[in-house]
């Protein structure tokens, strides 16, 4: 699975981005779909995830949502109320099964990264 993330850009505190993350190959249903976060000295953070459900982080809740398409391979995640801290390189990742985990090392598979800014 090779999954390639897109969205990311310079934004304003407050204003809204909608981060993509397309995966190739023709089970993409049957993984567990995640973003994670990693700002400059800090550790990768679980953001949210989508199985048959979806689970967010307590930093993003009510604030980002996550949906996929699977007709598409295509997991999104719509931020919005962006604040500074929200700044980071934000990772597409894919687990293979159903029970969503908040684990980066759980994960099989990652996509390159896609930059998110957010100024005051």
């Known amino acids: 699975v090779q999954l390639q993330a897109s969205g990311g850009g310079l934004v304003q505190a407050g204003d809204s981005l909608r981060l993509s993350c397309v995966a190739s190959?023709?089970?993409?249903?049957?993984?567990?779909m995640g973003w994670f976060r990693q700002a400059p000295g800090k550790e990768r953070e679980f953001v949210a995830a989508?199985?048959?459900?979806?689970y967010y982080a307590d930093s993003v809740k009510g604030r980002f949502t996550i949906s996929r398409d699977n007709a598409k391979n295509t997991v999104y995640l719509q931020m919005n109320s962006l604040k500074p801290e929200d700044t980071a390189v934000y990772y597409c990742?894919?687990?293979?099964?159903?029970?969503?985990?908040?684990?980066?090392?759980?994960?099989?598979?990652w996509g390159q990264g896609t930059l998110v800014t957010v100024s005051s």
């Open positions: 990742a894919a687990d293979w099964g159903y029970t969503i985990v908040v684990v980066p090392r759980e994960y099989d598979y």
């Open positions: 190959g023709r089970t993409f249903s049957s993984y567990v």
């Open positions: 989508i199985g048959s459900r979806s």
